[in-house]
């Protein structure tokens, strides 16, 4: 791959990425606050919130390949969504999920970050508001990958820090894009209906996505630490709850805003010594090379549970027809897990100039693998196993 390609795929990555549940929801009231201001006087105020927006992505995704490279300057082996091995992570990914499809539900509003319908806002807080919400897409779009993104990555991770944070920039550029493009030009929504209750109602459909990425993270993070974590995380999300429910019923608050802010650190504080990771089972390279030398043909499949297309890949990759054929073509399945952290995984994944999951490697009749499609199906397998 070359830098040109790289930038590319990421820019195109980043824009594929806006459709994943976490993404999505977010970016969808956004569209709908243009819609309602594109009807108004001034087209400018949406342009602004349309680069306050892209500032905001651009900013965190700078930050967190700056973060990227302070790790790798550390001799740390890091690759796309390398928080998502931390427990505490996903516990305040899992609640921040939470605490959107509150707020979308009518439950609160956080007037500053998520559009109220009912309301109007100056064009200050609207501007503050959008860059917020850029900063708000990176976060919920740390779990996942995209096609075209994982390479990009890959290659990103082996280039020097200015190539390094323009690759970066590019992916940033591509999440951002479709929001910024719809501000300049907003009367691409003109095929939805005129702004109305319909809106509010949308609003509250769309929590449904944000609170099913909460019970998968949860999810998450029971496969990553172990049963005796749901007590303490659960306990956090009801006073997490409890303390918007108290915040919006008292007026005078310091002393009770400090309480609560004790309170729902506790159960990080719990978290944090109960989430001992078991080891991935051992993975060794010479392992592999002594199957492939032997005349075995291997698809090494190297996911995690937090990668929803990992997922979905597995479901085929397990189904009947495909085992049949691996049968068949005497194929060894390998599934190599990096939900927790595994440096000679990570070392394998780049070993093949990828920077996050999914990475599937087949070796069949070629000692050197060939690397799949991140995105299987099984016309592509039947293809490559003939």
Known sequence: MSFINAIVFAFFGGIILNCMPCVFPVLSLKFLSILKKAKGPSSLTIRIEGIAYTIGVLLSMFILAILLLILRSMGNSVGWGYQMQSPI?????????????LSFSGFYDIPSILPNFGSKYTNQSS?????CTGVLAILVATPCSAPFMASAIGFALT??????????QALGLGIAFPYLFISFFPTILKFLPKPGQWMETVKQFLAFPMYLSSIWLFWVLVKESNVNIILPALTGLLLL?????????????????????????????????MAHVQDNKIFSVDALTSLVQNGHNVLVAVGADWCMTCKINEHLLASKDVQTLFKSKNVLYMKLDWTKKDEKITKYLLKFKRGGVPLYVLYFHNKEGKVLPQ????????????
């Open 127 to 131: 501007y503050i508001g959008s860059f």
């Open 89 to 101: 992570f996903i516990l305040v990914l899992l609640y921040l999920m939470f605490l959107i499809g």
């Open 375 to 386: 995105i299987l199906n099984k016309k592509a397998l039947v293809s490559e196993l003939q």
């Open 241 to 273: 709850v409890f303390s918007i429910w108290v915040l919006t019923k008292l007026s005078s608050r310091i002393y009770i805003i400090m309480l609560l802010i004790f309170l729902n650190l506790l159960p990080f504080a719990i978290v944090k010594n």
């Open 159 to 168: 280039q020097p820090t200015l190539y390094f944070s323009l690759i970066f």
